[in-house]
């Protein structure tokens, strides 16, 4: 009896509606099939149509649906205290592999995988309680979105990013950053954002208007607070609201560089960060009425997310490192 520890296949199933036709009994099934005769009893009893009839094609329907509903994910379900940290995460907007790659970095070895994170989320009786609505991406399907307009007038001074080095290509330097303006209701205020390509720390200051003068103003006000070790260069889009960026260079000596228009790739760590921001402060939002604070706490908690790219890492772990060893020398 070489298959009494596997499920039943389908085959096996065929075999015995067969053998039931020709009017075999349990015990005279059990033997032609290798198996012990309580496992054919059972599966006579549990997947019978009606409860009289066994048709092999209605036994595996039932028992595939059986497996789906109760086996699918004994190791979350069973298991209380992970099932009640992957709530908890979900909650503070980490994703499912965020969840199962600070779990691996923790205990040294693969706790839960992120695909059984998803399985377990989209299960019948988790629908119920919608808790993918804590996924990124919980829509039915891909939005398309539509990119802010170039400014198309000369920008003074501009330096392509085509002549940025190397090494901040590479990401092998600390201390160059992507920056954008997150826009708010009516495109008249919003946020500037500012990431840095090493660690992915993100930072976010309110503009009350979307115009170069209140930009570099901003822009100032976040980099004159950081050792000038760690603010070596930045790179921008081409929108009107940069076009006061030689003032960095002139009073902070921070180089600047220029996408190319409609390239967003080119600044993809800061279009990343900005669609996370986007989760907690819609298109449409009016920042006039979102403090500073409430800003501050969001950005904080995306800067304590761990992260695939830093090794499961946060960014504020990976930024504080970094500024320590530039401060240091």
Known sequence: MSNIYHQLSDTERDLIALYKGQGLGVNQIAKKLGRYSSSISRELKRNSFKGKYYVAIHAQAQAGERKSKVNSHPKIANTKWLEKYLRLKLRCGWSPEQIAGRLWKESGKQVVCHETIYSYLYQEGNLKENLREYLPRHHKKRRQWS???VHRGQIARRVSI??????INKRMKFGHWEDDTV???GHKDGLHTSIERLSR???ARKVSRIASEETVLVQKHIFSRLPAPSRLSVTHDNGRENHLHY?????????????DPYSSWQRGS???????LRRYFPKGTDFSHISQAEINAVIWEINSKPRKCLG???AQEVFDYQLSRCTSR
């Open 147 to 149: 990119g802010r307009r």
């Open 162 to 167: 085509h002549q940025r080095p190397e090494v």
């Open 183 to 185: 826009e708010g209701k």
């Open 201 to 203: 720390f993100y930072l």
């Open 247 to 259: 003032q960095l260079t002139d009073d902070l000596g921070i180089k600047t560089y220029f996408a």
């Open 270 to 276: 800061n279009e990343n960060a900005n669609g996370i």
């Open 312 to 314: 499961y890492n946060t």
